[in-house]
């Protein structure tokens, strides 16, 4: 996994430094110096799927300590502000407080203007960076409690120093103004000082620390020499570098409250998700086009078994029985059963002839089958076609007795008696 870390600057005019690090090669894979905010876009294709760590200028960050209330409860969090409002020298209404630790009724608290913090966060998106953490570079350097730690970046012409003398005490400028208020400092109240970068007041420094030296030798204090500050130096790692491992050791986000961070958008999902929403909308078509093409064929169902067993009852009225299908089987067996060898569905086969000719039409049926006798009440148009549907009968080798026949409006009906 790779790691990005950006150091960016109060303005977006000012130099940017970075630096890649490899987690599973355990080193260093680039690392530079941008002229200014607009160049961050570079980060990305160097790094595009880089955890990153932003650093931001301790300058730009009051850090204090409030001394709480007892049994001081969360809604004593939001009196912070104005608790600290003439300590503070920017308007309380435009500036952003983010808590650190709490130790007893001691609370860590950073504040920085909305303005900065905007300007950061929209530095970072305009590039396209996803930042996780958020952190002053100050807090970033090595804590000993015996020793104040110092580093700095950029060159000697406008190197920017950064020094941390306390867990939550830092200060941080251009080192041309920074060195002397430190140097007078230490004049008044010596404490060890350790390096991690080479320093353009240096050798002032060592100096500084000699004289100190040479004034806890001449002193016959038992145990001077422990107590005497040292001024000790450390280059074995590049200072973004240690600021990177400084502030992933830090359990301090600037991104916290309404900063907090979002959810990161999968890049993957930013490039396929027009096509997704497109195949969710065809695939919601394509269940509503489904589900009114299952309704009509469910309607049509309804339909065909309406006319289904209105068929059944004109077929075969009365029919009473829970499975339909092997119901009509067996009285289609029974038709089928004749005397004589022949069937009723034998007869009427060879009589369909004669049916069609003389447009006679059997409004009842009635099969005898121990006398293979069928009888039909038939009607016709008139006389004369009951007449040649017997005739045609007759000469189909059938025994035919015709009944009554009578008027029924311009029609005529009759009993038909056929034997086979």
Not at 80 to 105: C, H, N, Q, T, W
Not at 293 to 309: G, W
Not at 351 to 363: E, H, I, R
């Amino acid at each position: 996994m790779e790691k990005l870390a950006i150091r960016l600057g109060s303005s977006l005019d000012d130099a940017i430094h970075w630096l890649v690090w490899s987690s599973a090669e355990n080193e260093i894979i680039a690392s530079g110096e941008l002229p200014n905010a607009n160049e961050l876009t570079q980060l990305k294709e160097r790094a595009p799927n880089a955890d990153i760590i932003a650093l931001v200028p301790g300058c730009d960050v009051v850090l204090k300590t409030v001394t709480l209330p007892a049994k001081a409860n969360r809604k004593v969090l939001a009196a912070i502000p104005y608790m600290l409002e003439d300590e503070v020298a920017s308007d309380i209404s435009k500036s952003f407080f983010a808590f650190a630790k709490r130790s007893g009724d001691q609370q860590q608290v950073a504040i920085v203007s909305h303005e900065k913090m905007l300007l950061w966060q929209s530095a970072l998106a305009d590039a396209g960076l996803f930042c996780t953490k958020l952190i002053p570079d100050t807090l970033a350097l090595p804590f000993e409690s015996d020793s104040m730690s110092l580093l700095s970046l950029g060159d000697n012409g406008s190197a920017l120093l950064l020094a941390r003398n306390g867990e939550w005490s830092a200060i941080q400028g251009e080192e041309a103004w920074v060195f002397p208020v430190l140097k007078k400092d230490l004049e008044k109240s010596p404490s060890s000082i350790r390096a991690y970068s080479a320093l353009s007041h240096t050798e002032q420094l060592s100096a500084l620390y000699d004289e100190l030296a040479k004034a806890s030798n001449s002193d016959d204090t038992d145990n001077a020499d422990a107590l005497t500050p040292s001024f000790t130096t450390n280059y074995d790692k590049l200072p973004m570098q240690l600021l990177l491992e400084g502030a992933e050791r830090s359990s301090f986000n600037l991104l916290q409250g309404e900063y907090a961070l979002k959810r990161k958008s999968n890049e993957a999902w930013q490039k396929w998700r027009l096509a997704a929403v497109l195949a969710a909308v065809a695939i919601c078509v394509n269940l509503v086009s489904k589900t009114i093409d299952l309704n009509n064929i469910k309607q049509q169902r309804v339909v065909v078994e309406q006319q289904l067993q209105a068929s059944i009852q004109k077929g075969f009225p009365g029919l009473r029985a829970r499975d339909k299908r092997a119901a009509i089987k067996k009285e289609m067996a029974k038709l089928e059963n004749g005397g004589g060898g022949i069937s009723m569905l034998v007869m009427l086969s060879q009589m369909s002839s004669s049916f069609a000719s003389s447009g006679v039409k059997p409004q009842s049926i009635r099969f005898d089958a121990s006398r293979t006798e069928l009888r039909m009440q038939s009607v016709a148009d008139n006389f004369e076609a009951l007449e040649k549907f017997r005739r045609d009968v007759q000469a189909l080798g059938f025994e035919v007795d015709q009944g009554a026949i009578n008027n029924k409006g311009d029609q005529v009906v009759g009993t038909i008696v056929v034997k086979g």
